[in-house]
């Protein structure tokens, strides 16, 4: 089975099917979206979604009402697709451990939803995370899907390493393989092994081969459509990797076992 292991809601949703289909992918790990660039129709309007994603990124806002709503658009797409999706539920950042478990229960676990993220951490606030990963391992430890491109630095990502390593039954997922940290990423999870890497934007096609090559077991396919198609991603992993056994795993073998799909 093709997996891919990270991609947004995008609308129309009979674009995100055709996308799959393109690409021969059977199921695609949903996440939810408070912004849909894929409608942009000129230069500006696509710069002015992208402006509140990075003010999201940058901790700038977080806004609760339009988390609560993304989330509800990503139930609507799942319930009319099951056999097509498996979705991740975001949460506001920061919350207490209580707030964490309120929400998870509410939020994450009523929608039958199998992890948590994207993640948004500012530079600075991974300390904010580490209610969230024993309120994770309260439910079953819930893999955590944390985005550790721009703005996050090297520093940052090792902060989130030792959470990783003080909570080693949860799942953590490393979106984008460090974005310009990856070299130092990849040396640096080697002692970690609940600590998983998705391939999605990354900063070099160098980035996700000595990913495979390292940590065949532990890499993911993903997209992270709509900023990626899952046809071209998919085609970056196919010219990387000539091990078929190795290719099956990274395509969905890997995502597959740490779900239990």
């Not at 994207?118 to 990963?133: D, H, N, R, Y």
């Not at 899907?145 to 799942?171: G, R």
Request: aromatic letters at 10%; a negative charge.
């Amino acid at each position: 089975m093709v997996i891919d292991s990270h991609a947004h809601v995008i609308f129309p949703p009979e674009r995100q099917i055709q996308l799959m289909a393109e690409a021969e992918v059977d199921c695609t790990i949903l996440f939810t979206s408070t912004i849909h660039p894929e409608t942009a129709t000129s230069l500006e309007s696509f710069e002015a979604e992208l402006n509140k994603l990075y003010d999201i990124l940058n901790g700038v806002t977080n806004p609760l009402n339009e988390r609560i709503r993304a989330i509800k658009e990503l139930t609507t797409v799942i319930e009319r697709n099951p056999e097509k999706y498996i979705g991740f539920g975001s949460i506001p950042f920061g919350l207490s451990y209580k707030e964490n478990l309120e929400w998870i229960d509410k939020y994450i676990v009523a929608n039958s939803f199998r992890g948590i993220g994207e993640l948004t951490p500012g530079s600075g606030k991974i300390a904010e995370i580490e209610p969230l990963f024993r309120a994770s391992q309260e439910f079953g430890n819930l893999p955590l899907w944390v985005h550790t491109f721009m703005p996050l630095n090297y520093e940052d990502i090792k902060e989130l390493l030792l959470l990783a390593k003080m909570h080693s039954t949860v799942p953590l997922i490393l979106g984008h393989l460090g974005g310009v940290n990856w070299l130092n990423t990849l040396k640096a999870v080697k002692e970690f092994p609940n600590v998983y890497l998705d391939m999605s934007a990354t900063f070099t096609t160098m980035a996700p081969s000595f990913a495979i090559t390292e940590y065949p077991e532990r890499t993911f396919f993903s997209s992270d459509a709509p900023y990626c198609s899952p046809l071209t991603a998919r085609t970056i992993i196919e010219q990387l990797v000539k091990d078929r056994h190795v290719m099956e795993q990274v395509l969905g073998g890997n995502i597959s076992r740490l779900l239990k799909i």
